[in-house]
C-alpha cells in the first residue's frame, strides 16, 4: 500500500530565506507525483505536476525534484514572501490507470515579515 | 480555466441525518472523486467514478455512499451522519491522472 510521507510538519522561516519541503513514497510504481498549496478553510491548487519520466519541473520561485527510483520530492521555494504562508501537500498517483491520488498531511509553512 | 464548485462552504448537521453534498464541474472530466481531509491524516479517498452511474470506493467509503446520474455532477451521500464525519470534504475532478480541486465544504455534525 502506497504511503506518502512530509517533512517537515511545520516550518517557520523569516522572509526571504530558501527552503525545502521534503515528501517521500514507498512505492515507485507512480504516474506522476503533484505539488498543491492549501490556504486556511480553502480548497487545493496544483502548483507543479512531475511525470514519472521527468526529474524536476519549474514555475517562477519554485522547483520541484523527483527521485522516483528512492522514492524522494522536493520542493524548493526560492526567496520566501509572506505570501506563501499555506499548508503545502504532496501527492502521487497510482493505481491501475494512474488515477487515484495518495497524499501525504502536508507541511505547514510560515514565512514571518 | 477548470471549474469545480461544491454546494455548500459550511454544513451544520444533526446526529441521524441524511447529507447531501453536491459537487459540479464544466471540464467534461470523466473521473470525479470525493476525498475528507482530517488534521495529521491528509487527504483520504472516500469514493470515485470514472463515469455516469459508475462509481468505485476509496480507502474510507464506510458510512457513505455516492450518486452520478449526469457527468458534470458527483453527489456524496451521509445516510445517517454520525460525529465522526465531522470533516472538511473535497471534490475533485480530472481527466487522466491530474485532478482538480474544489473549495471544500466543512461539514460539522452535532
Known amino acids: 500500500k502506497q504511503e506518502v510521507t512530509q517533512i517537515p510538519a511545520a516550518l517557520s522561516v523569516p522572509e526571504g530565506e530558501n527552503l ?9 510504481a507512480i504516474y506522476n507525483l503533484q505539488w498543491f498549496r492549501q490556504d486556511p478553510g480553502k480548497g487545493l491548487t496544483s ?10 519541473q519549474t514555475s517562477g ?5 523527483l527521485d522516483k527510483s528512492s522514492g524522494r520530492s522536493t520542493l524548493y521555494i526560492a526567496a520566501s514572501q509572506p505570501g506563501d504562508s499555506a499548508t503545502y501537500l504532496c501527492a502521487v498517483a497510482c493505481g491501475e490507470y494512474g488515477n487515484k491520488l495518495v497524499f501525504g498531511a502536508g507541511t505547514i509553512l510560515r514565512v514571518k515579515s | 480555466d477548470v471549474k469545480v464548485t461544491q454546494s455548500s462552504r459550511y454544513l451544520v448537521k444533526r446526529t441521524g441525518e441524511k447529507v447531501f453534498l453536491e459537487c459540479v464541474q464544466d471540464m467534461d472530466h470523466e473521473n470525479m472523486f470525493w476525498y475528507r481531509q482530517d488534521p495529521g491524516l491528509g487527504l483520504r479517498l472516500i469514493y470515485f467514478s470514472y463515469d455516469v452511474k459508475m462509481k468505485e470506493k476509496g480507502d474510507i467509503p464506510e458510512g457513505y455512499s455516492v450518486s452520478r446520474e449526469k457527468k458534470e455532477r458527483f453527489s456524496l451521500i ?14 475533485a475532478s480530472g481527466r487522466g491522472n491530474e485532478q482538480f480541486f474544489g473549495p471544500g465544504t466543512r461539514l460539522t455534525v452535532l
Not at chain 1, 20 to 28: E, P, Q, Y
Not at chain 2, 79 to 87: G, K, V, W
Open chain 1, 61 to 65: 520561485r519554485l522547483n520541484a525534484s
Open chain 2, 78 to 91: 451521509l445516510e445517517s451522519a454520525s460525529t465522526n464525519q465531522t470533516s472538511m470534504y473535497l471534490c
Open chain 1, 20 to 28: 525545502v519541503l521534503n515528501c517521500s513514497f514507498t512505492d515507485s
Open chain 1, 47 to 56: 502548483l507543479l505536476l512531475i511525470q514519472s519520466s521527468q526529474r524536476e
